[in-house]
């Protein structure tokens, strides 16, 4: 029988919400209920809150976020590319159509996050514990999922070409819709993943097996 997947919580915000206007991030700052629409300018501050906030359109270049923290969180249209939120805290989180390439979210934890239509080639994913998390339609090429905690994370229909998923168990891990011909994996990390027959070919190929197509 298929193991019934767990629905993943949506992030949980006010109808109404008004405009945040952030001038400077200093550390242990905290932002609650409302929309952030315009930059926030350089910013490298750790320990940094946001509860209840719509983030929309956002360009996040020169801003570094290490270990924040961010429940019920939408981010759309945003440019995240190269921000450092290593050791960041994700619960009820979703991405919606964001640049995410080079995005450094090591050693963090997210809990109920999605991923949709975004554009994360590069992105870090090592020492990172994902608890109930789906990529929708994501772009993951040559992304890092090294010695990551996968718990009920779904790839959809996700491009994963060159992603490293060395010591990261993918049991139960269904790959079957992602596109990709080569995944750096170990034999033993890829016991239980779900595959389709074209996919298990390339990996046959890849562990060093000749497959007779005669």
């Given amino acids: ?14 109808e109404n919400l008004e405009i945040l206007e952030i ?34 359109g956002v360009n996040f270049e020169q801003t570094q976020l290490p270990f924040s923290t961010w429940i019920d969180v939408i981010f759309e249209k945003c440019d995240l590319s190269n921000v450092k939120l290593n050791g960041a ?21 997210m809990h109920d996050v999605q991923f949709i239509d ?12 994902l608890r109930d998390v789906k990529f929708d339609h994501c772009l993951l090429k040559e992304a890092n999922f ?26 139960n891990v269904d790959l079957s819709s992602c596109q990709f011909t080569f995944i750096h994996v170990k034999e033993d990390d890829l016991r239980g993943a779900i595959i389709s027959p074209e996919q298990a070919i390339t990996l046959i190929e890849v562990f060093g097996l000749e497959v007779n197509h005669d």
């Fill in 146 to 171: 090294i010695e990551s905690t996968l718990e009920n994370v779904q790839l959809g229909n996700s491009t994963i070409q060159e992603v490293q998923f060395s010591d990261t168990a993918l049991k």
């Fill in 23 to 56: 001038d400077e991030v200093v550390n242990g700052s905290s932002y609650e209920m409302g929309r952030l629409e315009s930059a926030i300018g350089t910013a490298n501050a750790k320990n940094v809150r946001f509860s209840e906030v719509y983030v929309k």
């Fill in 118 to 129: 975004c554009q994360a080639p590069y992105s870090l994913f090592n020492l990172t514990e």
């Fill in 1 to 14: 029988m298929k193991k019934k997947t767990r629905t993943i919580n949506k992030p949980d915000l006010p």
């Fill in 89 to 109: 805290r994700f619960n009820r989180v979703e991405f919606r159509e964001c640049k995410m390439a080079g995005t450094d979210f090591d050693d963090s934890v």
